[in-house]
């Protein structure tokens, strides 16, 4: 069984602060682990994924994330925050090459708000 | 390519009566996922097809649930006798299995709202 816990139910940050957005994640198998965004009354878009490639995995707009298998984290970064980055924040995992399907286990999304 | 559709995108209904949704994959993936999140809470998976094959459904999918993928093309979604419980957001997503991306694409969802 996998899970995903995500500390932080809101998280606020002023525009050109870093932004940290924690995750942490349990799996019975070697993990991939993805960062997706939603904004309001839309889908969820992929900012980036982990597949047992490199630790440091970069994404789109800015954001980077790292595995850490020692600490079972895979929290999501950007050094310098937008208005635009104001939205929901998920973090999920798959089984990797195990199969599983492929299928997503998510956290409970984390709202990030950017200040003026 | 236009990314993965849904339709309708939002559906009030009353209490007992049933609904389906459609879900329109990406033309070349082979995978179609079916996920539900409701109000302040992650996607929750619920059932997915490779080609025309349901391979898994989740606990969460109860009997009054059924969904199919007939072609291996688009996906129906099918709730019979609706409780307010059921109101969430539906999410389908799709997958090219056997590819390096491993990405799932989301639809827009389907809002549903049980009165």
């Known amino acids: 069984a996998q899970s995903v816990t995500q500390l932080g139910s809101h998280v606020s940050v002023s525009e050109g602060a870093l932004v940290l957005l924690r995750c942490n994640y349990s799996?019975?198998?070697?993990?991939?682990l993805f960062w997706y965004v939603q904004y309001p009354n839309q889908g969820l878009q992929l900012l980036l994924k982990y597949t047992s490639a490199a630790t440091l995995v970069k994404g789109i707009n800015g954001f980077e994330a790292e595995f850490k298998k020692s600490e079972t984290s895979f929290h999501l970064t950007k050094p310098s925050a937008h208005m635009s980055d104001a939205a929901e924040y998920f973090c999920?995992?798959?089984?990797?090459?195990?199969?599983?399907?492929?299928?997503?286990?998510f956290g409970t999304g984390t709202q990030l708000k950017v200040e003026l | 390519d236009t990314g993965v559709s849904q339709n309708p995108r939002h559906k009030i209904t009353k209490r007992g009566q049933n609904v389906t949704f459609r879900c329109d994959p990406i033309?070349?993936?082979?995978?179609l996922y079916w996920y539900r999140q409701t109000l302040g809470q992650g996607p929750e998976f619920l059932t997915y097809?490779?080609?025309?094959?349901?391979?898994?459904k989740s606990r969460l999918l109860s009997d009054r649930f059924s969904a199919e993928r007939p072609k291996g093309s688009f996906s129906t979604l099918e709730i019979q006798r609706t409780e307010q419980g059921d109101s969430a957001m539906y999410l389908c997503a799709s997958l090219r299995s056997g590819g390096l991306s491993y990405e799932q694409y989301f639809g827009p969802g389907t809002r549903l709202t049980v009165t």
């Open positions: 033309s070349e993936h082979n995978r």
């Open positions: 097809f490779q080609n025309e094959a349901q391979l898994e």
């Open positions: 799996s019975s198998v070697p993990p991939y």
């Open positions: 999920a995992v798959s089984e990797g090459l195990t199969g599983g399907g492929n299928k997503l286990t």
